[in-house]
């Protein structure tokens, strides 16, 4: 069995030491060209892949996502603070309010005064909140 302290592949930084002679990787990063070739390719694969297109329909069955509707319905316009603290402290919450906007249901407005992004629902959010509505009614009904 190899000892990972000695093993080429592993290296540990002790507490309070540096790995190289740089005050710090933020404000002298290494030069992309100097980088070993598989660091690139670690990059290219993390950072170069896009996350493939959702349907509506996908965005829709997300977690929270009809009670996130129904919610700003009722309450909108509402800041994001309110969402997290109503709704879900999720933290794909941001994602679901994002593809909301894609699809037209919500619009974000940054205001200028305050770090605050406002909520709004649009025409086509209060006809989805609609059918959500109907859809609910329809499922709780016992006949």
């Keep these: 069995m190899s000892n990972p302290s000695t093993d080429a592949q592993t290296m540990s930084i ?10 710090s990787v933020a404000s002298e990063p ?3 060209d100097d980088l ?4 690139k390719k670690f990059v290219s694969d ?6 493939p297109e959702r349907t509506a329909i996908q965005k829709l069955e ?6 996130l509707i129904l919610y700003l319905d009722n309450m909108a316009p509402v800041i994001k603070t309110d969402i997290y603290n109503d709704v879900a402290r999720s933290s794909s919450m941001l ?9 037209g249901i919500v619009k974000i407005y ?3 005064r305050t770090n605050n992004k406002v909520v709004t629902m649009t025409d086509k ?6 059918i959500v509505r109907e859809m609910v009614s329809i499922a709780e009904d016992n006949r």
Aim: positive net charge.
């Design 14 to 23: 002790p507490i309070g030491k540096k790995l190289d002679g740089r005050e």
């Design 110 to 112: 940054a205001t200028g």
């Design 95 to 103: 994602e679901r309010i994002d593809d909301l906007e894609e699809m």
């Design 36 to 39: 070993p070739e598989e660091v």
């Design 125 to 130: 959010g209060r006809k989805v909140a609609k």
């Design 62 to 67: 997300g977690k929270h996502m009809l009670s």
């Design 46 to 51: 993390r950072y170069g892949r896009k996350k």
């Design 30 to 32: 290494h030069d992309y």
